[in-house]
């Protein structure tokens, strides 16, 4: 486990999370755990805790990631009926946002806000790492469609930035302040994991002091035909233990991933089943933890196959395999979901039929596990009242003195 640093907030956006209580321009209700309340099942209150509600307390278990096995209501223009963007983020300067980059910035803002705010570090030490595999999708399936049946005349002047990803995860460095450095990871299914790694990796090395590390997403059904659909944001916040502990933050707990490549050859022969079952056994060993239990994001394929019957082989707990659908997010919230409330240790294992594979472990923290968030039949924490920033802007703080930074002329751009 990498112990130097450490998980100290959790952002989860997804069909079932709660939405803020507020609607544009006014206030709106903030938990002390930096998720809105006033909403049954918050986002990070109670023990299903971003759960879609009438599922078991196993979460993503008979679901797609963040989505209902059946199709969620769709908004027109492709958005979905489940955000509302004026809620969440205000009611001016985002509505024209593509979904994956609203649905971004909404899990930001609690990850950022359950983490006490970033304005800890200086803004050219604050980083970010964001994975993604199909956020513009459904903004290329529209500008086709215009440019084929149409005239490129007939394609927006707002959505022409977005033709390149990074777009995306650069207009949340610019909202937080973020310039230290700004990555956008797209590889299959692992993508979430990677940025994990990666920022984890720059902290080590004191490239930054806070990262915020994310995956998001927004499939449609006809981009996976057959597979769950997955719609929703998650973000994670990281720093070394040592300035999270001198700040006197709250250290939610440890997390690591490792990213790999098993040509499918190669996987289905005893060779290549020796050598991933070693990355697992690794894997297993760096979390350190017996009473750890063993997800699954899995596609059949051989190299999922030669995952699955190793993780059998560590003497963990092992939940059912959950099929993994078209990106990188149903890994992503379960590893998130080890935290919002605290759980028992996880591992979490994906791959794709085209070799990518990925572990990822989550060891809370005892004292966060021994003060988990009150269950549904139990009062929630005291809310907080938190008015919008001039300009409709959403402050992030929650139960923290915490506001969003504003670029200055003294700052580099």
């Known amino acids: 486990m990498t112990g130097d640093v450490v998980v100290t907030g959790v952002g989860i956006v997804a069909p079932g999370t709660a939405a ?3 609607r544009s321009g006014g206030p709106r209700d903030i938990s002390s755990t930096g998720a809105p309340s006033g909403r049954s099942g918050g986002a990070l209150d ?5 759960v879609p509600s009438g599922t078991s307390g196993c979460p993503l278990d008979g679901l797609s990631a963040g989505v209902p096995s059946r199709t969620s209501g769709s908004a027109p223009g492709g958005r979905e009926s489940w955000f509302d963007v004026a809620a969440e983020l205000g ?4 509505k024209y946002l593509p979904p994956a980059s609203q649905y971004l910035l909404a899990a930001a803002r609690r990850a950022v806000a359950a983490a006490g705010g970033l304005e800890h570090a200086a803004p050219h030490r604050r980083a970010a790492a964001v ?3 199909g956020a513009l999708r459904a903004y290329f399936d529209d500008v086709d469609a215009k440019v084929t049946g149409g005239h ?7 959505g022409a930035p977005y033709f390149a990803v990074n777009v995306l995860s650069g207009r949340l460095a610019s909202e937080h302040l973020l310039k230290a450095f700004s990555l956008t990871l797209t590889s299959p299914r692992v993508a979430g994991f990677e940025a994990v790694e990666t920022g984890a990796r720059a902290l080590a090395l004191g490239r930054a002091d806070v990262l915020v590390a994310a995956a998001m997403e927004h499939g449609l059904p006809h981009h996976a035909p057959g597979l769950p659909m997955e719609q929703g944001a998650v973000a994670i916040v990281l720093e070394p233990r040592a300035r999270a502990e001198e700040r006197g933050a709250v250290v939610l707990g440890t997390c690591f991933a490792r990213a790999g490549f098993a040509p499918p050859g190669l996987a289905a022969t005893s060779e290549g089943r020796r050598r991933l079952a070693e990355q697992v056994e690794r894997a297993a060993a760096e979390l350190g933890a017996a009473d750890a239990e063993v997800y699954q994001v899995l596609d059949g394929s051989p190299v999922s196959r030669a995952l699955e019957a190793a993780a059998g082989a560590v003497g963990l ?8 659908g078209g990106g990188c997010l149903a890994p992503s919230l379960l590893l998130a979901r080890s935290f919002v409330p605290a759980e028992r240790p996880r591992l979490v294992i994906t791959a794709t039929a085209e070799g990518n594979f990925a572990l990822a472990g989550a060891r809370p923290a005892p004292a966060h596990r021994e003060s988990r968030a009150p269950a549904h ?5 005291p809310a907080h009242n938190e008015s919008r920033a001039p300009g409709g802007r959403s402050p992030s703080g929650a139960g923290s003195s915490y506001r969003p930074p504003q670029p200055t002329g003294s700052q580099p751009c």
Request: no cysteine; charged share 15%.
């Open 20 to 22: 803020p209580t507020g």
């Open 317 to 324: 707990t092992v939940r059912p395999a959950v099929v993994a």
């Open 46 to 50: 109670g023990p299903s805790a971003g």
């Open 152 to 158: 490129s005349d007939d394609l927006s002047p707002a």
């Open 91 to 94: 009611p001016r300067g985002y």
């Open 131 to 133: 994975g993604t595999n």
């Open 377 to 381: 039949n139990e009062s929630p924490a």
